[in-house]
Nanobody, 114 residues
Framework: QVRLVESGGGLVQPGESLRLSCAASGIGVVYYNLGWYRQAPEKERELVAQINSSGDTKYDDSVKGRFTIARDNSKNTISLQMNSLKPEDTGVYYC????????WGQGTQVTVSP
């Protein structure tokens, strides 16, 4: 059974940092393109950052320079370091693994509020 389990969300003030982690089991992430998505209330899920199997990264313009995605194939994990958080970063963050199949985690809530 494939599982992606996110952790690290929480409530922070603007300007603070959070680090999200996603632990995968049942698959070897080395073969997968990995990503972090977020969904704000009443909005569609959107791609925040992705890293392919070669280590190339891509970011949404709204998080460039503030967020960093990383993968550790030996530990089967994906991380998202989020700095200088803004209220508009608030949402449920989901990790995603895509190759021959597409897998999602259950999400972790990030709330940025004064």
């Amino acid at each position: 059974q494939v599982r992606l389990v996110e952790s690290g969300g929480g409530l922070v003030q603007p300007g603070e940092s959070l680090r999200l982690s996603c632990a995968a089991s049942g698959i070897g992430v080395v073969y997968y393109n990995l990503g972090w998505y977020r969904q704000a209330p009443e909005k569609e899920r959107e791609l925040v950052a992705q890293i392919n199997s070669s280590g190339d990264t891509k970011y949404d313009d709204s998080v460039k320079g503030r967020f960093t995605i990383a993968r550790d194939n030996s530990k089967n994990t994906i991380s998202l370091q989020m700095n200088s958080l803004k209220p508009e970063d608030t949402g449920v963050y989901y990790c995603n693994a895509h190759w021959r199949e597409n897998y999602w985690g259950q999400g972790t809530q990030v709330t940025v509020s004064p």
